[in-house]
């Protein structure tokens, strides 16, 4: 297999003889200005082009949006004057864990002794013949780095019970793969079809679904929607709920080896579980692979292209003297950018839709660089809408038995 292998139809320019994106330590400072506002280009046939052009208005709706309810119901929440005063303060912490380029002095390795606990699922769309359905939860132990923030985050009490629906297969324990789903999209049958659950299962592969911080049954008292939390204390709420995403994920993942027996473990997700997917692979280094769907690596630039948030984002720069620089490195320790992944290599995957307008292909384009341009697939669809899903699916099998996860046949 080629090092820079790229599977799918649809050919990138920077696939082909282009020079290398060299971004390293720093790529706050090193990213161009003028990010947000830039085009891939993609060498694409007259179907894909027709596909690409239909999801990109669907999702550029959906965008504005979701940008209209966070900039209305999270930026007043959490980017109010009082909060503005301790941004200096906080900026200087996180400037300096980003600088240090260590990422377990933030995402830190949590307790083995955490209990999980288990329970049948109440009314499971999916429910396998051969197999049961499982929630599981426990007290989450998770300490923000930002000495600030701690008792403000103690009193969230329903965040601090971490939940996930685990489906798994009569018998003994088989390799499981971790599934983390996107911003605000975290109810299992939205995901059963966004993330392909059913699919991954029949591979022979027990499946988790894993609950994000600030979502669902973690939503914060009086929240208008499903992670409006995970966005309405500020910068440094941000970067925090990622490392508590990041902390639940090893303490499942823990449990899952200690207690279960599973014999191998990897992680998929989709959008801001994508960008968490990329944060587990430089945190914990007995993940047997990472495939990001869509992922989110920059989120301020993300932010100056959801208008009319975009609005919101500017003001807060001009209201505290902030660059773009200063924002992206405020933000930093929440980019897997920042850090280097511990999976190997060959076991890295990244899939981008190419008519994606809510994380464009640049974000996936910027981590496939970051990560040394391992596997990576692009499909001609939107952010919402995977069209030729069944292409890529495909392919993240093929990647799934050249990593040798997936268990043997077994005779019927």
Not at 17 to 23: G, I, K, M, V
Not at 72 to 81: N, T
Not at 375 to 383: A, C, E, N, T
Request: net charge neutral.
């Amino acid at each position: 297999m080629a090092r820079t292998r790229v599977v799918s139809r649809i050919a990138h320019e920077t696939c082909q003889s282009a020079p290398r994106l060299e971004l390293g330590a720093h790529w706050w400072d090193r990213l161009e200005d003028d990010f947000a506002y830039q085009d891939e280009a993609f060498d694409l046939r007259f179907r894909d082009r027709v596909l690409v052009g239909a999801t990109s208005l669907m999702d550029k709706g959906i965008r504005t949006f979701a940008a209209g309810a966070v900039g209305a119901l999270a930026v007043p929440v959490g980017f109010h004057p009082m909060e503005l005063r301790h941004l200096e303060a906080d900026a200087a912490h996180y400037h300096d864990l980003a600088d240090a380029g260590v990422a377990e002095h933030f995402l830190c390795a949590p307790s083995r002794h955490v209990a999980v606990r288990g329970r049948p699922a109440m009314v499971p769309l999916f429910k396998p013949r051969d197999g049961v359905v499982e929630d599981l939860e426990f007290e989450s132990p998770f300490v923000p780095s930002l000495p600030r923030l701690r008792d403000a985050w103690k009193r969230h009490g329903g965040n601090r019970v971490a939940t996930a629906r685990l489906w798994r297969h009569d018998g003994p324990a088989r390799p499981t793969i971790v599934a983390i789903h996107g911003f605000g999209a975290e109810q299992s049958w939205i995901n059963e079809w966004m993330l392909a659950l059913p699919r991954l299962y029949q591979l022979g592969c027990d499946v988790m679904l894993m609950t994000l911080p600030f979502h669902g049954p973690r939503r914060t008292m009086l929240s208008p929607f499903s992670g409006h939390g995970f966005f309405a204390g500020g910068l440094s709420w941000i970067n925090e709920a990622f490392a508590q995403g990041v902390h639940d994920f090893r303490v499942f993942a823990h449990h899952l080896r200690r207690d279960r027996g599973v014999p191998k473990i990897g992680v998929t997700g989709i959008s801001l579980g994508g960008c968490t997917t990329a944060l587990c692979a430089s945190a914990a280094d007995d993940i047997d692979f990472a495939v990001p769907n869509v992922p989110v690596t920059s989120l301020a630039d993300l932010l100056l292209e959801w208008r009319p948030l975009s609005v919101a984002v500017r003001g807060l720069m001009t209201a505290t003297g902030m660059e773009l620089r200063d924002l992206r490195h405020i933000l930093a320790p929440s980019s897997p950018l920042t850090w280097q992944p511990k999976v190997p290599h060959e076991r890295r995957m990244i899939i981008g839709g190419v008519g994606d307008r809510v994380t464009p292909p640049k974000h996936s384009r910027l981590l496939w660089e970051h990560w040394d341009r391992c596997r990576l697939h692009w499909f001609p669809g939107g952010h919402v809408l995977h069209l030729d899903k069944g292409e890529y699916l495909i392919e993240m099998g093929r990647f799934l038995r050249d990593a040798d996860f997936l268990p043997e046949r077994r005779a019927r």
